[in-house]
């Protein structure tokens, strides 16, 4: 679809070929949003494209790595009505602490904090006012084991989605963060060892889905929804609230 | 833009303060996405009006200080043959004064009210709620829950409560199907509110100038944030506070001109 048939008002979603930016992709789309499906992945990106337009949704995809500053430059160029920025592609891996390396956790940073900020100052000065950003954060921001590096990254989008709302308060855009507990996406799933314990540790014994993930966000993302900001809303099935959150 | 309302059809959802201002526009905003809504205030005038305008607004005369208004509501649900799905817990007082302006019967009151008001129904609904499988409660607190405030010890002391009681509660009943969760406030314009926000010059300054939004709230966007917590939308959430007061507890906003260009 050519670009300047973009009329709608556009939200961008990184890392949109999978799991939860697959969803909220999905749900942003279902609230009346053209999709940027965002995804350093082609194939993953143009199956999420494929999906929402065989509902009938306008979306395309935007091959990119979000480290690079240059090409989200030219992503946020390239987009008329900007209405919505979810930053939602992230890394993740477990390290034990005692093998962890600065450079595990520079390029944690790398990806999960300073993309973030890159492609959300890029954004702000696109966004008309009433824009909305909207950060993955991770119930893991208050702490987990054998990930230092991304609990770390996690607490600083935080810390950061605080700092946004009040920078960008005066031009009416709005900032908050959603910080998912355990999700059942496939990356999950593919891990098999420990499901079930992670299953009993959940208040309601049962874990998260992406759609969760994607309606709070999508609750954000609404143009009515504006007088929330700074928040970090935790949607984790209570796991955290009773103090028996030791992972 | 199409923007689908987070559907509550045929959903029972108790909301008590529903005769004005937040209470009304939750009443509201649950009866546009298709529940049917139980109003129950202390004064007739505002649900009788809504249940002139909707047959889906029961009007339930009561005071939350009143032992036995689990009951009375229970009494309305029983007629009408409707099970209870959703609690909000909106009633409540607020009046400022610092702690040696307060009185042990000011407290006694903010005790009543909005913690042992909240407590009781939270109390009956839960039990309600474990026989038919689940449900959702939403509390109103406030940002003065959350951070100090100014002349409201009492106030703010019991909005704390209100905090503790839903993550506790979130705790004890998740395992039953039950998500309890918060909605805090920061300033809204209400009539209860409206004369304040007009004569006190520090609550325009502090709560308006310098909000990172710098605007009051409406009612509305109070009502749009409980009604996403109390939804299925929000199936996964529990024991949460979400902040609804244009970021002012985020940070204040001291200087005139953002630091920003365009």
Known sequence: MPMSEHRSPTAIVTGAGAGIGRAIANRLAEDGFSIVVADRAQAPAEETVRQLQEKGYEARAAVLDITDPAATQALIDSIETLQVLVNNAGIFTVVEFDKLTADDFRRMYEVNLIAMFTLSQQASRRMPEGGRIVNLCSRAAFGARHYAHYVASKAAVAGFTKALALELGMKQITVNAVAPGIIQTDMLLERKDGLEEMRAAQPTGKLGIPEDIAHAVSFFADPRASYVTGQVLIVDGGRSVGGTAAF | ?262
């Open chain 2, 1 to 262: 833009m199409d923007f689908p309302i987070t559907s509550l059809q045929g959903k029972v959802a108790v909301i008590t303060g529903a005769g004005q201002g937040i209470g009304e526009a939750i009443a509201h905003a649950f009866l546009s996405a298709g529940a049917i809504v139980v109003a129950v205030d202390r004064e007739p005038a505002g649900i009788d009006a809504l249940a002139s305008k909707s047959d889906h607004a029961i009007p339930v005369m009561g005071d939350v200080t009143d032992a036995s208004l689990p009951n009375v509501i229970g009494a309305a649900l029983d007629e009408a043959d409707l099970s209870l799905d959703i609690l909000i817990n909106n009633a409540g007082v607020a009046r400022g004064a610092h702690a040696i302006a307060t009185s042990d019967e000011d407290l006694q009151r903010y005790f009543d009210i909005n913690i042992l008001g909240v407590f009781r129904l939270s109390r009956w609904a839960l039990a309600r709620m474990m026989n038919t499988g689940g449900g959702s409660i939403v509390n109103i607190a406030s940002v003065f829950g959350m951070v100090g405030a100014y002349n409201s010890a009492g106030y703010s002391m019991s909005k704390a409560a209100v905090i503790g009681m839903t993550r506790q509660l979130a705790t004890d009943f998740g395992p039953s199907g039950i998500r309890v969760n918060a909605v805090a406030p920061g300033l809204i314009e209400t009539p209860l509110t409206a004369e304040r926000i007009q004569t006190e010059t520090w609550r325009r300054q502090i709560m308006i100038e310098q909000c990172p939004l710098q605007r009051v709230g409406k009612p509305e966007d109070v009502a749009r944030a409980v009604r996403f917590l109390a939804s299925d939308e929000a199936s996964f959430i529990t024991g949460q506070i979400l902040a609804v007061d244009g970021g002012w507890t985020t940070g204040r906003f001291p200087r005139p001109e953002p630091l920003h260009g365009v």
